[in-house]
């Protein structure tokens, strides 16, 4: 245990040595922040129609979404890939720790570090300055907490599956490439959920992506009841373990086969 | 110049047979930018069926300019991808090789890398602008066609010059700096509407600054016969994109005169 917790320390340690990337980034999804908005509220303005969500309540998604961009598992380890590339991977299938669990807190420390360093200032910008609204309240604002969690167990198992699938096609093409826009799509970073019409609604809320964006920000909205809040923390638990239990069969399966490349 | 565009072939079909030694993964990531794009056209097409429309513009008429600014951006990323790179020439010092030769500097970084997958993007803006035209239901002339292909020439060499101006701004950084990408990727973003539905500010820097109007309100206006519309500026909108890259290259050859190599 203590090995893999000095792993993530290392890794934290690693990327946040990039403050100026932070600030860079911040500048930019603060500026992508800006453009939706304007686009909601232009939309907002052209319609008397009742709508899934209240203006105020969008803006607060936006600029959640902004901050919590960097959980998303949507880059993937490039390290991992060169490391499979050039065959240097050997060493990660030497060491005396369980290869799984050492990438799985990889890929943990790579969706937590740059995301806390970017989204508490941008959260203290958007809640001073851009209309953002505090939870309805206490325990919705826990129920984010703990869907937040949740949700990055859930995106770091499915990272690490999506990273484990490079044992197989190396260039790292085809399945990570597709694996961001299925969670951009569907997970509510796109839009809302609840804006996609009536017939979709079933399939987005049996996909397991919902778990990553748009359960934990309707629990801060309290569009989702903060009592729900350990029924959806145990159905992201219940996805990690799915996304878990397949990256290690997969996993056992590849190292059985895997041919390092280089000499 | 005869022979620079013999050069600059020879330089595609360079360009071209390096990325065809990899074919399943060159189709698998022009499907990759076809993907990515669409899927934002179908978050638009999701808002519109909820609110019905956006400030008096419908979606067949957003589809115009989602086109228009897809299909430019594309073609600026398929001639100007070379220019990514270069802040690694000039942190290494390899820039200095490209001083030796006899051609002008950006001409051989243009040429380093002509990306022809990024002919995904234009196989879905294609397809959505000639839907838009139709369901708006344009009556073609030449002058509505030209002004639409101006739009698009606009809008290529405008954000062609953000490249150039985003690739000679690491003359003096050495680094490369990421926080333009607020312009190319955010303008693309921004130019999927109409510059009016921003706030006044927003609109302003994006018409003056940036002149991202040049491939968007102001010539589709036009073409869509909008109240409003200006004959003049709508119809010399591609000139505008075009001065924005002329000065790109005078940053570009101040950024030169600049250059300090980093040495070996």
Redesign the interface.
Known sequence: MRAYRSLVAARFRVLLQYRA?AL??M??QL??G??RV??FE??????T?P??MRYSEIVTYIWLGQAMLGLLPWNFDTEVRNMLRSGSVVYELARPLDLYTHWYCRAFAQRVAPTLLRSLPLLTVALLFLGMRLPPSVASGLGWLLTTFGATLLNTAFMTLVTITMLWTI?G??IQ??AP?VV??FSGM??PLA???ARMQPLLHFLPFRGMVDVPFRLYLGQIPAAQMFGEFALQLLWTAFFILAGRALLAQGTRRLVVQGG | MTDAWRLYRHYFALSLRGQMQ?R??FL??LV?FF??TI??F??IW??F????????WSLAEIALFYGVIHLSFAFAEIFGRGLDTFPNLVKTGDFDRLLLRPRSTLFQVIGMEVSLMRVGRILQALPILLWGAHSVGIVWTVGKALLLLGAVVGGTSLFLGLFVLQAALSFWTVEG???A??LTH?GT??GQ?PLD???PW?RTFFTFVVPLACANTLPISLLLHRPGALPLLGSLSPCFGLLFFGLALLAWRQGVRHYHSTGS
């Open positions: 990337a860079a980034g500048a930019t500026f992508w800006l453009i304007m686009i232009a939309f907002y303005r052209s319609t129609r709508q899934p260039s093409e085809g490439r597709a826009f951009y799509l796109l839009l804006f996609w019409p | 990899y399943a993964s698998i990531q990759g993907c990515t899927i934002e179908l978050g999701a808002l069926s909820r609110f019905g429309s956006l400030r008096g700096l990421e926080i990408n607020i955010g973003e921004t509407y539905i921003y706030r927003f």
